[in-house]
């Protein structure tokens, strides 16, 4: 299958590694950077695994213990097929499975017709693996294009959950990350996601899936902020009248849970 990027499947994840002896060899030094963020930055071990490495200092600890405690909440999968695989901690960093790129990198390519069951297929995908983690008490906090990667059969993974927020017994850690401006809710105050804040931000996604930019793409953040908060929303850019609806309940407050987003894009599908 050929994929929006021009990359064939084989060309992504050849084979799967007989040995797990890249620990004796790893180099930071030499090691391929394949990404970079606010919480750390990402090293190629092979062709289907990476590591995250976080910095040395204090915050740095505190995001990679962060992470860490999520992945282990959700169960290395169990929570949802549409997260980041996590493998194992090793010295200063998580290995992950391994993707060629984000979501928006993808979309960001010269423009071509996206397929509407795959856009479709993508936002399902994204809502399910939101679900999946709201299942486990954790708000991802920084739900955007940028933190969602995908696989070589154009399959969508969550990631970067080292600002989320989640319940460990009776307490809700705090987070760190705030949402981009364009997935923010206008409402949104401190640094504390919630339930309507996330799907706000799913929104958005949405949006960004149908249009291949983020909403008000071309404005000022100060611009953005103030149509967001007049509930001024760019709505009409997305030609099928459905996903409009879609987006627009998430952007309004009219969704109680992401499970509710979910069901009206999989009503979507069935009456394709």
């Given at each position: 299958?050929q994929?929006k990027?021009?990359?064939?499947?084989?060309q992504?994840?050849?084979?799967?590694?007989?040995?797990?002896d890249?620990?004796?060899?790893?180099?930071f030094?030499s090691?391929?950077?394949?990404?970079r963020?606010?919480?750390g930055?990402?090293?190629a071990?092979d062709?289907?695994?990476v590591?995250?490495?976080?910095?040395?200092?204090a915050e740095?600890?505190?995001?990679l213990?962060r992470?860490l405690a999520?992945y282990r909440k959700l169960?290395n999968?169990?929570a949802?097929?549409?997260?980041v695989?996590?493998?194992?901690?090793?010295?200063s960093?998580l290995v992950l499975?391994?993707?060629?790129?984000?979501?928006?990198?993808?979309?960001?390519l010269?423009p071509?017709?996206?397929p509407?069951?795959?856009?479709?297929?993508?936002?399902?995908?994204?809502?399910?693996?939101?679900?999946?983690?709201?299942?486990?008490?954790i708000?991802h906090g920084?739900l955007?294009c940028q933190?969602?990667?995908?696989d070589?059969?154009?399959r969508?993974?969550?990631?970067?959950?080292a600002?989320?927020s989640f319940r460990d017994?009776?307490i809700?850690?705090d987070a760190w990350v705030?949402y981009?401006?364009?997935?923010?809710?206008?409402?949104y105050?401190?640094?504390?996601?919630t339930v309507?804040?996330?799907?706000?931000?799913?929104?958005s996604?949405?949006?960004e899936?149908w249009?291949?930019?983020?909403p008000?793409?071309?404005?000022?953040?100060?611009?953005?902020?103030?149509?967001?908060?007049?509930?001024?929303f760019?709505l009409?850019?997305?030609?099928d009248f459905?996903?409009r609806?879609?987006?627009?309940k998430?952007?309004?407050?009219?969704y109680?849970?992401?499970?509710?987003?979910?069901?009206d894009?999989?009503?979507i599908?069935?009456?394709?």
């Open positions: 299958m994929t990027t021009g990359l064939k499947s084989s992504c994840f050849p084979t799967r590694p007989g040995r797990d890249w620990k004796e060899t790893f180099s030094i090691a391929a950077c394949v990404g963020g606010g919480s930055s990402v090293f071990i062709k289907e695994r590591i995250k490495v976080f910095p040395g200092d740095g600890r505190r995001d213990e992470e999520i169960g999968g169990k949802s097929e549409h997260i695989k996590f493998h194992e901690k090793w010295e960093g499975d391994r993707y060629d790129s984000t979501l928006r990198q993808l979309l960001s010269p071509e017709v996206l509407t069951q795959l856009a479709l297929q993508w936002a399902q995908e994204i809502g399910h693996g939101l679900k999946g983690l709201h299942s486990k008490e708000l920084d955007g933190n969602i990667m995908v070589s059969s154009n969508t993974k969550l990631c970067d959950f600002g989320s017994g009776d809700w850690n705030s981009e401006v364009r997935s923010q809710h206008p409402k105050r401190g640094r504390q996601p309507e804040t996330e799907i706000f931000a799913f929104g996604v949405i949006f899936i249009t291949s930019q983020p008000y793409a071309t404005e000022s953040d100060l611009v953005v902020r103030r149509k967001f908060l007049a509930q001024d760019p009409l850019m997305i030609e459905r996903i609806d879609v987006v627009r998430c952007w309004m407050g009219e109680e849970c992401v499970a509710d987003t979910c069901n894009l999989d009503i599908e069935r009456v394709q």
